[in-house]
């Protein structure tokens, strides 16, 4: 597995963070996130499932692989960098589908950045029957506008109380304020990147 990796070796743990279904894991968000989270002293390894793998060779669009193959790159991920301390998770498809091989991997944490509770617009169609019986410790972070579960409909799913959410204000999926918020993009990143720091932290205890 190929990874970008930010942050030093000796840390105490390491993150490891994949990818939305439609972009990279290098996009600015993705940067941002471990940029910081790296300088608070974290080892984060960002890694791209085969088809974004395929993309970034030839250029092609192509939709996620199915939901096998995106577990078994999870479960070999886990494999190689080792489950005694990492924590898994990533920006929207990539956190759920580490939210699903969380549990059976044995990780010492979940994170999930924009977590996909439902499709926009679909609020029926909620993905969320594992999380009833999550055990792992999670953090789920997202913006109050994420139209993929907003406070309102997150408030009545039956969720483990292993899973923490952290509501970033006004924020869209990518955590993103409005101008007329009153809040900036770099505000609700830097909101965010505190929380998982935080979260990390207990994980040591």
């Not at 395929?54 to 995106?70: A, F, T, Y």
């Not at 091989?101 to 926009?120: I, M, R, S």
């Amino acid at each position: 597995m190929s990874y970008l990796l930010d942050g030093p070796e000796s840390a105490p743990l390491t993150l490891a963070l994949a990818h939305g279904a439609g972009a990279p894991m290098d996009t600015a968000f993705m940067d941002a996130v471990a940029r910081s989270l790296g300088e608070r002293g974290w080892r984060v390894a960002r890694f791209e499932f085969p088809y974004m793998v395929r993309r970034r060779e030839d250029g092609k669009k192509r939709p996620p692989d199915r939901q096998p193959v995106l577990l078994d790159t999870w479960r070999a991920v886990i494999e190689e960098l080792g489950p005694e301390r990492l924590v898994i998770g990533g920006k929207s498809m990539g956190g759920r589908m580490a939210s699903l091989v969380a549990d059976e991997a044995g990780v010492a944490g979940l994170v999930c950045l924009g977590y996909p509770f439902h499709p926009p617009g679909k609020p029926e169609r909620t993905r969320i029957d594992h999380l009833g019986a999550l055990a792992t410790p999670a953090l789920i972070v997202q913006g109050t506008r994420d139209p993929f579960g907003k406070p309102e409909e997150v408030a009545g799913y039956p969720l483990s109380p292993a899973i923490q959410v952290h509501w970033t204000e006004d924020g869209n999926h990518d955590l993103a304020p409005r101008k007329r918020s009153g809040r900036t993009a770099e505000q609700n990143l830097a909101e965010a990147v505190a929380a998982v720091d935080a979260f990390l932290r207990a994980r040591l205890c």
